[in-house]
């Protein structure tokens, strides 16, 4: 049973471009938000968080949505880098340091030069 | 402040061995968690100790154990190794009272 279903796979964009990687949840128990990116050889390193009761959180070029109706958020990562190329991977979890994380199945990003 | 640590980095093992992964929490976490990420794929949870006790565990058969130690140092033992065991398996330490994960960079376990 997969609780967290991301999307795309791999994706492609364009140096400058805009980066979009879709993820959609089950469990409304949920409440903790949290995308990783992940280098290879590397383990995932925490990029940005939200919890539901906010519909969106900034921190720099990267953005969170999140639509608690729809059970779905996203990652936005503006002005692309071909150092942003690496898996990042949406997750969620419960309340507090006890919860544990439920991982997506990731999007391989490629941003080309 | 220290990140995690895990060691080895790397390790072949042969099928029906066994093997023991160590990791080293980030200074002040007092909750350790471990992860197999399989080639491809999202960190599966294994299980989640605190206080030195075994507190979640997720859908991995009873020949993953582990143990946490004073100094919020752990271990993940596996027994009986199967080829499907090969994988990353990475270590993540929290508070308790907090949501934030750090991982270690993994240790890369390949039976053959």
């Known amino acids: 049973q997969q609780q967290v279903k991301q999307s795309p796979q791999s994706l492609i964009v364009q140096k400058g471009g805009i980066s979009i990687i879709n993820c959609a949840y089950e469990?409304?128990?949920?409440?903790?938000f949290p995308w990783y990116q992940q280098f290879p050889g590397k383990g995932p390193a925490l990029l940005i968080a939200?919890?539901?009761?906010?519909s969106e959180k900034k921190e720099g070029r990267f953005t969170i949505s999140f639509n608690k109706s729809a059970k779905q958020f996203s990652l936005h990562i503006m002005d692309s880098q071909p150092g942003d190329s690496a898996t990042y991977f949406c997750?969620?979890?419960?309340?507090?340091?006890?919860?544990?994380?439920?991982f997506g199945k990731g999007t391989m990003l490629l941003v080309s030069p | 402040e220290t990140g995690v640590t895990q060691s080895p980095t790397h390790l072949i093992k042969t099928r029906g061995q066994q093997v023991t992964l160590r990791c080293s929490s980030q200074?002040?976490?007092?909750?350790v968690s471990w992860y197999q990420q399989a080639l491809g794929q999202g960190p599966q949870f294994i299980f989640q100790?605190?206080?030195?006790?075994?507190?979640g565990r997720g859908n991995f058969p009873p020949r993953f154990s582990g143990l946490q130690f004073p100094n919020y140092s752990s271990e993940l033992n596996v027994n009986a190794l199967e080829l499907d065991d090969s994988a990353l398996y990475l270590c993540?330490?929290?508070?308790?009272?907090?949501?934030?994960?750090?991982f270690g960079s993994g240790t890369r376990l390949t039976v053959v």
């Open positions: 993540a330490s929290s508070l308790v009272s907090d949501y934030g994960y750090t």
């Open positions: 469990n409304t128990a949920f409440d903790y």
């Open positions: 100790y605190y206080r030195e006790e075994e507190n």
């Open positions: 200074s002040g976490h007092n909750t």
């Open positions: 939200i919890r539901p009761d906010v």
């Open positions: 997750a969620a979890s419960g309340e507090s340091g006890y919860s544990t994380l439920t």
